[in-house]
């Protein structure tokens, strides 16, 4: 059982930048491949970044390329996204997400846990 809890969000001002965190309880959360996902208002909810067990495999949604940067650290249990250069098309609630079998994932199909979300509004 892995338990998955977001914080950072908030309101930003276009152009800034924030940082999330997923704290993830339970031992085996190494073994997990994680992720972020994130719901407009009235939008299906879509893939964002995720990241191997071990950090050395990312994936990125084009919509966020070279301004996201997913990360974690282990030793704390953390998954962290680095988000610069925001604008208001990023305004969503931002879920974290964890797959068991341990590596890079490009849909939700195979997600195991969520967490509830941190909402991140940013203004024009």
């Known amino acids: 059982q892995v338990q998955l809890v977001e914080s950072g969000g908030g309101l930003v001002q276009a152009g800034g930048s924030v940082r999330l965190s997923c704290a993830a309880s339970?031992?085996?959360?190494?073994?997990?491949?994680m992720g972020w996902f994130r719901q407009a208002p009235g939008k299906e909810r879509e893939l964002v970044a995720t990241i191997s067990w071990s950090g050395a495999s990312t994936y990125y949604a084009d919509s966020v390329k070279g301004r996201f940067t997913i990360s974690r650290d282990n030793a704390k249990n953390t998954l962290y996204l680095q988000m610069n250069t925001l604008n208001p098309e990023d305004t969503a609630v931002y879920y974290c997400?964890?797959?068991?079998?341990?590596?890079?994932?490009?849909?939700?199909?195979?997600?195991?846990?969520w967490g509830k979300g941190t909402l991140v509004t940013v203004s024009s």
């Open positions: 339970g031992r085996t959360f190494t073994a997990y491949a």
């Open positions: 997400a964890a797959d068991r079998q341990g590596l890079v994932f490009t849909t939700g199909a195979g997600i195991d846990y």
